[in-house]
């Protein structure tokens, strides 16, 4: 799984350096959310900043968003079709403002990769990547991580849907390993 956090985050870095040309955005492994802090800080695997650690950036991140929607929106496109192909009758409108739904993130994306987790794993990963990210990506090693990460979405949307305490998480879509390579190819060398 390290090596394939290297291989994203080399990738990332080379497709935000061909699109922004910034100093400021740069991706790294394992970051920590609140490094100074005493209280619980996740470990994102792969983040891309800048970092929100001393103030918002909301500003920043609307302007990130908009550069990089073409391959955004190709990532949630491939979401929706997982979704699609898990459960026909989902509806995701939950998810058309992706771009603007956590004002409040930590880093402008946040990518948890799972390979061997349970669910309470999987869970976590959902939650982490969308509290701290504008974006979140979840990146499934497998099929079967693929569909259980789904199962999860789909029930904070049943949870919604029926006026229950939920976590909303308009800002996630989930990707197999290989879509999520795919898709940086296609950004990369086309």
């Known amino acids: 799984m390290l090596s394939y956090e290297r291989k994203i985050q080399v990738l990332l870095q080379r497709y935000l350096s061909n699109i922004l ?4 955005v740069v991706v790294e492994r ?3 959310a609140f490094p100074r802090d005493k209280r619980y800080s996740p470990r994102i695997d792969v983040a891309i900043g800048p ?3 001393e103030t918002k950036l909301i500003d920043r991140y609307d302007q990130l968003s908009r550069t990089a929607k ?3 929106d190709h990532c949630f496109d491939i ?3 997982n979704m699609r192909a898990f459960n026909p009758g989902i509806f995701l409108e939950n998810h058309n403002g992706y771009t603007n739904f956590n004002q409040n993130a930590r880093c402008f994306i946040a990518i948890e990769i799972e390979k061997s987790g ?3 794993h999987r869970l976590g990963d959902i939650v982490n990547a969308s509290a701290l990210g504008r974006i979140g990506l979840i990146i499934a090693w497998d099929a079967a991580a693929l ?3 789904l199962r999860i979405i789909t029930y904070f949307d049943f949870l919604r849907e029926v006026k229950k305490n939920t976590f909303q998480t308009a800002n996630v879509a989930i990707l197999e390993k ?3 390579l795919y898709i940086l190819d296609q950004f990369i060398n086309h």
């Open 51 to 53: 970092f929100a650690t």
């Open 30 to 32: 394992q970051w920590p």
């Open 178 to 180: 290989e879509q999520f």
């Open 79 to 81: 979401f929706k079709e």
């Open 21 to 24: 040309h910034q100093n400021d």
């Open 147 to 149: 569909r259980s990460f």
């Open 70 to 72: 073409p391959f955004l």
């Open 118 to 120: 349970s669910r309470k």
